[in-house]
DNA sequence: TATGAATGAGTCTTCATTCAT
DNA sequence: TATGAATGAAGACTCATTCAT
């Protein structure tokens, strides 16, 4: 079972939601098409569990970042994150994005607001660095800063080039070493 | 024909290539479905169809913008158009970049290029009014100032919140004016 | 398409709703099984559909009825062709009777009233006889005659034995006969 | 294992067996799925088991009628159990005579007669009435009975009126006290 | 003896595409 | 040129049944 998730999250953002069969799925975690069904009633909620997987990707990944005491290293180090990821990016886009962007689509109502709730966590970490970092137009900052990673991934992949991620990555980098932070002192606190 | 491909773009943009049937199309444009094949062989071509009608869109607004006398002027006067667009991308998102993002899942060696080709269009116009600015860097900036409208058109729609383009447009709009140009005289050229 | 509703009645009358398969009915009719959903969105519109054509049966009989002069001929005749159908019925039980009790259990809500429609008609055509009879308790006595149709069905199919059909329909007739009827005259009217 | 042949019977009857998944049966029970197949190899077999249940009612009912020194009285009792049970009979049919419809149809050549059997059982007691009354055409007035209370509930069902039941059971009830019995003595032999 | 998990055949339904007229 | 109907290849989902433990 933990097999079927991780294999869903990259085969759904490899292929996309739409395109990507329950047999492609079972077919990647080597599971009968059956079995799928024991431990997920329908597609979607698979799909919920490769989001919660991106999701528990992103815990891991900004947990790891809280281990830097200052929190502007911590946002250069998710952009050098980005950086590293640029040929999946390339090639794929980034997961989140695009799994946000299809499952926009997949339910009439819009009521699956859940893709929307990982790039929100990505926002409130982003936005608690800037904050850290005395600026208390942290909000629009994060906004800031994760729209220009989501735009650069889908340039990246409409363009299947990856070097768009490394001079963009290189950008973001210099505009937070240019940030003015707030009151002296805070950035370490 | 052309309410087929007007249609088609609409119907595309709002619920996505995939989950969008024929029979949809056809409802929209208010003609039989065993008529839309007598225009379009498959599926793909309407999509095509679509992407064209959606890079038309951008050549018209190109166009009018090149009525300014000066490119910072059309630079700001596209952030504004993006703002004005603010409903619409909260809902379903920037149509080329969508329908890139859906394309690019589409056909399993990638070969499908077109999506990029109309995004390529707005970074080349984009590209062409920072040269005229004296910008050296002017395919950098146009990479930052696109990947930015993209980013942010996705995060409105994730997170269904319109304002989000205001505030970044504003954004965009401060960072245009605070933008070193080049040589004086230059911008006039 | 008449060709699919009168295959589909006959099929799920012989096989019973819940065994029959789309395929089944789409095989009886000679259609592809796309073709089916051209014309009926769902199996249970496929099915209700038999259940219309089961009801234009009935409307056949009893405006075939109607032309005899005599109340009680009517209904003496309807027993005669109740009794003609023996071996159908000993095989695979009436149809209404049985459609009706399968479809009571097909929709959790029960809300699917559709199958005592068919019966109800039998029962008015009847009752309206029995009024014609000078009978006040003319409903009461549909009731019973119905019943009677319905539980011989149904005991003749169990039990494979047709000449139960026969048995009570004679009894039938001759309770009919023994039926002591309203003002004279008034049969004729 | 008790509990199942109960929860079984009496969801099976209430569902119908097609629309009865065993894990609908398991969790009536409050058992494992798996270990239903401990107790029964096939869902025929449960069915059958199901089907003994009522066979088992059906005997203890008629254990309890045979306590009535009159025959007469026994089956105007029998009649009466009909009218108590008439709520269940409008929301679900005649346990027996549901089973036995759907049974006829699930196995192709039908050499499933066993649903047929309880219902005999019920017609040879009640013909054992009728002829300890004196009636030497007891085995037809069975059916008479039987079928009156097969085709009462049908209609009660179709109809979801349980009121058919109270009115049709009064009238068996009437025609019973005026069947013409044999032999004056007879009656308490 | 007991059971959670696994399995795969079968069923409904959708839809791009074709075709007869 | 126009179109209602036809077609068949998938795909999501169900469920009786088996099995390892």
Chains 1, 2, 3, 4 share one sequence.
């Not at 947990?63 to 994150?81: C, F, I, M, T, Y």
């Not at 009439?108 to 005395?134: C, M, P, S, T």
Request: charged content about 25%; some cysteine; proline content about 4%.
């Amino acid at each position: 079972m933990r097999r079927l998730t991780a294999a869903a999250a990259q085969v759904l953002h490899r292929q996309g939601v739409e395109r990507t069969t329950i047999a492609d799925i079972a077919d990647a975690a080597d599971v009968p098409v059956g079995n799928v069904y024991y431990y997920f009633k329908t597609k979607d909620d698979l799909v919920q569990a490769a989001l919660s997987e991106h999701a528990g990707h992103l815990a891991d990944l900004t947990g790891e970042l809280d281990r830097l005491p200052d929190p502007l290293d911590r946002l250069k180090a998710l952009v050098a994150g980005w950086v590293d990821q640029r040929d999946m990016a390339a090639r794929y886009g980034c997961p989140t994005g695009t799994l946000a962007a299809e499952l926009d689509k997949r339910s009439e109502g819009g009521i699956d607001v859940e893709a929307g709730k990982v790039i929100r966590l990505l926002l409130d970490w982003v936005g608690h660095q800037f904050r850290e970092l005395g600026r208390s137009d942290a909000d629009d900052l994060a906004i800031t800063l994760v729209g220009a990673y989501q735009g650069m991934s889908l340039l990246a992949n409409a363009l299947r080039d990856p070097e768009i991620m490394t001079r963009e990555g290189a950008r973001l980098t210099r505009w937070l070493d240019a940030l003015p932070t707030g009151t002296p002192g805070a950035r370490h606190s």
